[in-house]
């Protein structure tokens, strides 16, 4: 079984500053690793996702992850923040294949950028 | 346009009047899935399917029942809802093979009273 581990729930920066949202994950085999965004009021949005490969991923509005394969960890980031990415952000894992397919999600992480 | 769609979006109701909130995916997705979302609990799965009438719990499944008798269409039912069912719903779906990427609709906001 997989699980995830969102080490923050709440990151307050200021407008313009870098952001790290940090994601640990444990699992017994190899696994996808995703980061979705939930703004408010609003439903799931796919930021991006490590299949294989690279381990540095860049996604949408200028995010990106590194995968750790030693570390378990996939930790955000973005070096300067606007406003407009106030948002909730979670973590997810799932198995390649076979089994529920079921996407594993952290608790969240809360952004909060204040001017 | 690809998308997930929910409805009712809002949705306010009383204890033990049975309701359903219905779910269309309209990408030829086989796998489709229930989630709820409650405030430091993240996102929970209640139940999924992998085809037509294939259906299975997920980690939360006590009090709402499923159905897939078409592919496009996944509705959550609650037989007798109670207010500890109070949270916000998403459905979901994705293929099964691939990036397994999964589309959420806008969510379902229920509350019991």
């Known amino acids: 079984a997989q699980s995830v581990t969102q080490l923050d729930s709440q990151v307050p920066v200021f407008e313009e500053a870098p952001v790290e949202l940090r994601c640990n994950y444990s699992s017994s085999v190899s696994v996808y690793l995703f980061w979705y965004v939930q703004y408010p009021n609003q439903g799931l949005q796919l930021l991006l996702k490590?299949?294989?490969?690279?381990?540095l991923v860049k996604g949408i509005n200028g995010f990106e992850a590194e995968f750790n394969k030693s570390q378990t960890s996939f930790h955000l980031r973005k070096p300067s923040v606007h406003i407009s990415d106030t948002a909730e952000y979670f973590c997810?894992?799932?198995?390649?294949?076979?089994?529920?397919?079921?996407?594993?999600f952290g608790k969240g992480t809360k952004l909060t950028v204040n001017p | 346009e690809a998308q997930v769609t929910q409805n009712p979006r809002y949705l306010i109701t009383v204890t033990g009047k049975k309701l359903t909130v219905t779910c269309s995916q309209n990408?030829?997705?086989?796998?489709m899935s229930w989630y709820r979302q409650d405030p430091g609990l993240g996102l929970r799965q209640i139940y999924y399917s992998m085809n037509v009438e294939v259906t299975d719990k997920g980690d939360v499944p006590e009090g709402y029942k499923v159905s897939r008798k078409e592919k496009r269409n996944f509705p959550l039912i609650l037989e007798s809802p109670s207010p500890n069912q109070t949270s916000l719903y998403f459905c979901?779906?994705?293929?099964?093979?691939?990036?397994?990427?999964?589309?959420f609709g806008p969510g379902t906001r229920l509350t019991v009273l």
């Open positions: 997810a894992v799932t198995p390649p294949q076979g089994g529920s397919e079921k996407l594993v």
């Open positions: 490590y299949l294989s490969g690279s381990t």
């Open positions: 979901a779906s994705s293929f099964l093979r691939g990036t397994r990427e999964q589309f």
């Open positions: 990408m030829n997705h086989e796998y």
